[in-house]
């Protein structure tokens, strides 16, 4: 057990883990199963290339302002920068993490649903062979539809969130990341080198990359941002805390372009890897199956694109162990957010902390959990335009992704770009000349200024 009080700091044992542990807590559900869901929902191409240019222009400055607020501060992202938003943020990261479990149920259902397929249909067998597409299609709303399912998955999934967090960050969160991170790529590389050749593959690029203007509406663009900030896990001080545990002979601009390029290529390869099984599925004649408008695609769509597949079912156990992997080295950082923030704030040691608000997180997950099934018709935002007509999953998700997370990037960016001394800022982004230059213009005038429209035009407009 490792930094059991507030005061005792634990950092990253090396510049590699701290990285390592970035992607980790980047790359997760917000790009294997948000962001093709959000392209699906939003138009596709338009979205993708708005997406892209958010993550540039946007995401990638408030990266860096967020990672040297951390580490400037060096103390837990909201006492950092408690001046100015203090407790906002932690109440994000705490409102994310409760809903992310649920979806790490999911995928934990996936693991035993498709290691009972392996016992029944052995090594070699494509997955759930010799079944029909109507009962592979019934696995996810029979998931759905059972509140004692979602809720298990989701507490199971919220417990092993809970027993990393518990250890620390050098012994439970950056062993998680350095472990399970680069496994988890070469798979996903693979499934959608098969997927492409194999499945609808030119129909994927051209629904993923090709760009009609039309579809560029305010609230597509408002999605855009949100997903770029929900996967970088931006707005919500998770670099900020993670900035805060890595020393000075880290770049942080060098660490930064990292950071976003491979959360980048994992999204967009998830792209590539969940449409052209989607589109096969729609070609075969699979009914209910459409682009537009179905939270769970990837869970839907990838069983009855394994079944064909060589090894089918080895491979989608192996591929959902994986995605939950990915989506574990982002709860921990989740839920590492309010934990760290009590832990200063109250003087609490670590143990607490975790108890404390792992439990309530839970406890709010499970209302989230309920939205598929009993509550499915509770809108608890109904008074709200743009959210009337969402659960409370969906409500969870919608204000942290299209309110918190833009709002605490504007912050993030006035103390960063105006309030913060200039000097300090200066000598530890570790960029030089124009680049620098390009980057302070972006955090002083142009993010936050897009960042106000965007989020107005996309609530209001
Ligand atoms: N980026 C994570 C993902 O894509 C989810 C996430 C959002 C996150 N905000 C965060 C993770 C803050 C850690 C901290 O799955």
């Given at each position: 057990?490792?930094?059991?009080?507030?005061?005792?700091?634990?950092?990253?044992?090396?510049?590699?883990?701290?990285?390592l542990a970035a992607i980790g807590s980047a790359v997760?559900?917000?790009?294997?199963?948000?962001?093709?869901?959000?392209?699906?929902?939003?138009?596709?191409?338009?979205?993708?290339?708005?997406?892209?240019?958010?993550?540039?222009f946007i995401g990638l400055p408030v990266l860096l302002s967020e990672t040297l607020l951390g580490r400037h501060g060096q103390a837990s992202a909201p006492e950092s920068v408690r001046r100015m938003a203090a407790e906002s943020n932690a109440l994000s990261a705490f409102m994310i993490v409760s809903f992310y479990c649920v979806v790490g149920g999911w995928v934990l259902y996936y693991v035993y649903v498709f290691a009972g397929d392996l016992v029944t249909t052995g090594l070699a067998g494509g997955a759930f062979e010799g079944r029909d597409?109507?009962?592979?299609?019934?696995?996810?709303?029979?998931?759905f539809g059972s509140a004692r399912l979602m809720i298990t998955g989701h507490l199971v999934f919220f417990a092993i969130t809970m027993f990393f967090v518990m250890r620390g960050v050098s012994q439970g969160i950056e062993w998680v990341?350095?472990?399970l991170m680069p496994a988890f790529f070469v798979l996903l590389v693979g499934i959608t080198l098969y997927g492409l050749t194999s499945g609808a593959g030119m129909e994927t690029l051209t629904y993923l990359f090709s760009f009609d203007f039309t579809k560029l509406t305010p609230q597509v663009m408002l999605a855009a941002v949100g997903q770029a900030f929900f996967s970088l896990s931006l707005g919500v001080a998770g670099m900020i805390t993670y900035g805060s545990y890595a020393g000075r002979d880290i770049n942080l601009g060098r660490t930064s372009g990292i950071i976003a390029s491979a959360?980048?290529?994992v999204a967009l390869?998830?792209?590539?890897?969940?449409?052209p099984i989607v589109f096969a599925a729609i070609a075969a004649g699979a009914t209910d199956l459409s682009v537009e408008g179905c939270p769970g695609l990837r869970f839907a769509a990838l069983p009855g694109g394994l079944q064909a597949m060589p090894c089918g079912a080895f491979i989608g156990l192996v591929f959902f162990i994986m995605v939950g992997f990915a989506a574990l080295t982002s709860s921990v950082a989740l839920l590492e957010v309010p934990t760290s923030w009590v832990m200063e704030r109250f003087e609490t040691s670590r143990m607490v902390s975790t108890l404390g608000v792992g439990l309530s997180a839970a406890l709010l997950g499970i209302f989230a959990?309920?939205?598929f099934n009993e509550w499915s018709d509770v809108r608890p935002l109904a008074f709200v335009p743009i959210f009337a007509e969402a659960n409370v999953f969906d409500a969870l998700d919608g204000v942290t992704a299209k309110i918190f997370m833009p709002l605490g990037a504007i912050l993030t960016c006035v103390f960063v770009g105006w309030v913060a001394e200039p000097r300090l800022v200066d000598t530890e982004n570790?960029?030089?000349?124009?680049?620098?230059?390009?980057?302070?213009?972006?955090?002083?005038?142009?993010c936050p200024l897009v960042l106000i429209v965007i989020t107005f035009f996309g609530l209001f407009g």
């Open positions: 057990m490792v930094a059991s009080s507030g005061s005792a700091r634990d950092g990253w044992s090396s510049r590699t883990a701290f990285i997760g559900l917000g790009n294997l199963w948000r962001f093709p869901a959000e392209a699906g929902q939003n138009g596709g191409g338009a979205f993708v290339l708005f997406y892209i240019f958010c993550v540039i597409r109507a009962e592979i299609e019934g696995i996810l709303p029979g998931l990341a350095t472990w959360d980048t290529a390869i998830a792209g590539l890897c969940i449409f959990a309920l939205s570790g960029l030089n000349g124009w680049l620098h230059q390009l980057w302070r213009a972006l955090v002083r005038y142009v």
